[in-house]
């Protein structure tokens, strides 16, 4: 891995509820430890502390996005009665959050973020790590050629 290339990102955790990602309380961060991801991750005044590691070759997808702030959109609107609930439906689709994604067989990491290049470098340092390991695996040694006897 390069060495300009971010090997920790952080924000605040999220989870899938239908097909949106909805940001939750707390903190996560995600760090790239040799052949690992780290992810340790902070409920809500630290009522619960969670830390995993999963291999990078593990990794199977990794998706970068940013989108509504839906609980603005459903506060406007019970509120739409009042001039109020236009302006939070309004700032709903103004206010975007941004989310990195990270796919494995077992656990789908998902966290909110602030700074887009960060999480870039972050995205393509995991993509290279998880590329040259992959083709490590990929090509073992060729064997050498049989020999033939010799027929006289």
């Given at each position: 891995?390069?060495?300009?290339?971010?090997?920790?990102?952080?924000?605040?955790?999220?989870?899938?509820?239908?097909?949106?990602?909805?940001?939750?309380?707390?903190?996560?961060?995600?760090?790239?430890?040799?052949?690992?991801?780290?992810?340790?991750?902070?409920?809500?005044?630290?009522?619960?502390?969670?830390?995993?590691?999963?291999?990078?070759?593990?990794?199977?997808?990794i998706e970068t996005g940013e989108g509504c702030t839906w609980w603005l959109f459903w506060l406007?609107?019970?509120?739409?009665?009042?001039?109020?609930?236009?302006?939070?439906?309004?700032?709903?689709?103004?206010?975007?959050?941004?989310?990195?994604?990270?796919?494995?067989?077992?656990?789908?990491?998902?966290?909110?973020?602030?700074?887009?290049?960060?999480?870039a470098q972050f995205r393509t340092g995991v993509l290279e790590a998880r590329y040259s390991k992959?083709?490590?695996?990929?090509?073992?040694?060729?064997?050498?050629p049989p020999s033939r006897p010799l027929n006289i």
């Amino acid at each position: 891995m390069k060495s300009n290339q971010v090997i920790q990102i952080s924000g605040t955790p999220g989870q899938i509820v239908g097909i949106v990602p909805v940001q939750s309380n707390g903190t996560i961060a995600v760090k790239l430890v040799g052949e690992m991801l780290q992810i340790s991750s902070e409920s809500f005044f630290g009522l619960e502390t969670k830390e995993v590691f999963i291999p990078i070759e593990d990794v199977r997808a990794i998706e970068t996005g940013e989108g509504c702030t839906w609980w603005l959109f459903w506060l406007g609107i019970p509120t739409l009665s009042i001039f109020i609930g236009v302006v939070f439906i309004i700032l709903a689709f103004i206010v975007k959050q941004r989310y990195l994604t990270i796919y494995s067989s077992r656990v789908n990491v998902i966290v909110f973020h602030r700074k887009g290049e960060k999480v870039a470098q972050f995205r393509t340092g995991v993509l290279e790590a998880r590329y040259s390991k992959s083709l490590a695996i990929a090509k073992p040694p060729m064997p050498p050629p049989p020999s033939r006897p010799l027929n006289i």
